[in-house]
């Protein structure tokens, strides 16, 4: 049941799903993996629908050079830890949520304990290495994966639902070269914003997911696309040949 507080607080989105798609994201609970320029958006859209329960996980500190685009942090934030920084921010905007920071690399050995009980996972990540831990979680525990990327203008999202969509690995197969690429921040903002749709939908069940679809997001030239995706028979994680 929700409360007065949060009739009033959801109120405009209780026009859209009704107070029973309001106690569906009361009840569940989110892990973010990156309090960065993708995890930003996230985290603040989702703390302000009124996610019940959400852990972030990041293991760096605030940096001066990550605030073009990492809004959830502020310039006093300078030298905390990014998890703290964001679950303060979060906690600010809706005290009426229970928020988990985890200061840490996200790796082979953690990622059972970080997702556990969790009803989706938000891949804000920066390299492949960590994002194929979590798709290799997600595909386990059967948990979504909402994954997002960007670079310069452009970014991409998708939601993989193992079993039904092919998975982050099948999209994929093998990790570009790391690098230290440039970032704007409203591309950030715009595909972090789109990642949190996709969670709020899939909470609720309404509208249609990303299941099957990359989308593509090309902002200088303002123009939105998206392409098919097919599971691969052969991928090691989620085809024949891992199962």
């Not at 109120?11 to 973010?32: P, V």
């Not at 905007?93 to 953690?110: A, L, Q, V």
Request: aromatic share 6%; glycine share 12%.
């Amino acid at each position: 049941m929700l409360s007065p507080d949060e009739q009033r607080r959801y109120s405009r989105q209780i026009m859209l799903f009704g107070e029973e798609g309001q106690e569906k994201l009361k009840d569940a609970t989110i892990f973010i993996a990156g309090a960065g320029g993708l995890g930003s958006p996230i985290a603040l859209y989702l703390a302000a629908a009124g996610v019940g329960k959400i852990i972030i996980a990041d293991n760096d500190l605030v940096e001066l050079s990550n605030l073009n685009r990492q809004i959830v942090h502020s310039t006093p934030d300078i030298g905390e830890r990014k998890s703290e920084s964001a679950r303060q921010k979060m906690g600010a905007i809706n005290p009426g949520i229970i928020i988990e920071g985890h200061h840490g690399t996200i790796d082979s050995e953690n990622i059972s304990t970080l997702i556990k009980d969790t009803d989706g996972i938000v891949d804000a990540m920066d390299n492949f290495e960590t994002r194929y831990i979590l798709n290799k979680a997600a595909y386990e525990k059967k948990i979504p994966l909402f994954h997002g990327g960007i670079h310069g203008f452009s970014g991409q999202a998708t939601t993989i639902i193992p079993g039904r969509t092919a998975c982050l690995r099948c999209i994929f197969p093998h990790a570009p070269p790391k690098e230290t690429f440039p970032v704007l921040g409203t591309t950030a903002g715009f595909i972090g914003v789109l990642q949190a749709n996709e969670v709020i939908k899939y909470l609720i069940g309404t509208g249609e997911l990303l299941e099957n679809r990359l989308l593509l997001w090309d902002g200088e030239r303002a123009e939105l696309d998206t392409i098919e995706v097919e599971k691969n028979p052969s991928c090691p994680i989620c085809g024949n040949n891992g199962e």
